[in-house]
């Protein structure tokens, strides 16, 4: 029962930074995403930190599940991301170019970003391994 | 912006995200050949639903904000449904692990069979399906 309120907040939650985000920061005129693509690198950050804290057993399953599965599975998209660049891609050999920009921003950074998390969880964590 | 809009998205995006716990926990994390199943499934299902609802819906997937619709069901469930994040770790993972080439396929292939189904969601909504 406290796993599902974890989760259904943690979710709710990052779900509300991300529309915050989508009303604060406009769409470049060329049709870069601005709002989706900041939500998406902080979450996978976010996600990457406490990954790493987690296995340290700095938090446990139930930090995990809030600010894990709950906060960044909320702030992040998939369908979201995907469905922009279709659009993108299916357009004008300048919308196209957009696409392939924004998808792979996304990618790059993103992975960058929660790799540096894990690293820097794993860090702050120290040699505290699990047994 | 109305406040009950965001509080819209809030419980979309906890509904959302409990669906995504709920699948998750059926695969019972990484599958056969340590590919995470839940992830690939989760974002598939979510990007498809996303094409068909959008354009049913009517909306410009540039301008999401303003009804039940698009703040509950958009941005709200299906973005709480879906995760980067998890993609992204998942493929963190297997880099680490020493498994770049999977890695590398396995988080282009999502995003590629993703775009795909928002696209196929999209025209057989447009095709009145």
């Known amino acids: ?131 | 912006m109305l406040l009950s809009d965001v509080a819209l998205v809030a419980v979309g995006g906890g509904v959302g995200s409990l669906l995504r716990w709920s699948v998750g926990k059926l695969f019972a994390g990484t599958g056969a050949g340590g590919i995470p199943w839940s992830t690939i499934v989760i974002n598939i299902t979510g990007a498809f639903a996303i094409g068909y609802l959008s354009v049913l819906f009517s909306v410009e997937w540039h301008d999401r904000y303003g009804t039940f619709l698009k703040s509950a069901i958009l941005t709200g469930v299906l973005g709480g449904y879906t995760t980067f994040s998890t993609m992204e770790l998942d493929t963190a993972k297997m880099f680490r692990a020493g498994g770049v080439s999977k890695a590398a396929f396995y988080i282009i292939g999502q995003l590629a069979v993703g775009i795909a189904a928002a696209g196929l969601g999209a025209e057989l909504a447009r095709a009145g399906g």
């Not at chain 1, 406290?2 to 709710?12: E, P, Q």
């Not at chain 1, 920061?25 to 979450?43: E, H, L, Q």
């Not at chain 1, 357009?91 to 996304?106: C, E, K, P, Q």
Request: glycine share 18%; charged share 10%.
């Open chain 1, 1 to 131: 029962m406290r796993a599902i309120a974890l989760v259904f907040v943690g979710g709710a939650v990052g779900a509300v930074i991300r529309e915050l985000l989508m009303l604060g920061v406009p769409t470049a005129r060329d049709g870069f995403v601005g709002s989706i693509f900041i939500a998406n690198i902080v979450a996978a950050f976010i996600l990457g930190v406490v990954t790493g804290l987690h296995s340290r057993k700095v938090i446990g399953t139930n930090g995990n599940l809030l600010l894990g599965t709950g906060l960044t599975g909320g702030m992040s998209t998939f369908s979201s991301l995907v469905y922009a660049t279709f659009v993108l891609l299916a357009g004008s050999a300048a919308d196209f170019r957009v696409g392939l920009l924004y998808v792979g921003a996304n990618l790059v950074v993103g992975f960058m970003l929660v790799l540096a998390g894990l690293k820097i969880g794993e860090a702050i964590g120290g040699k505290n391994l699990p047994g």
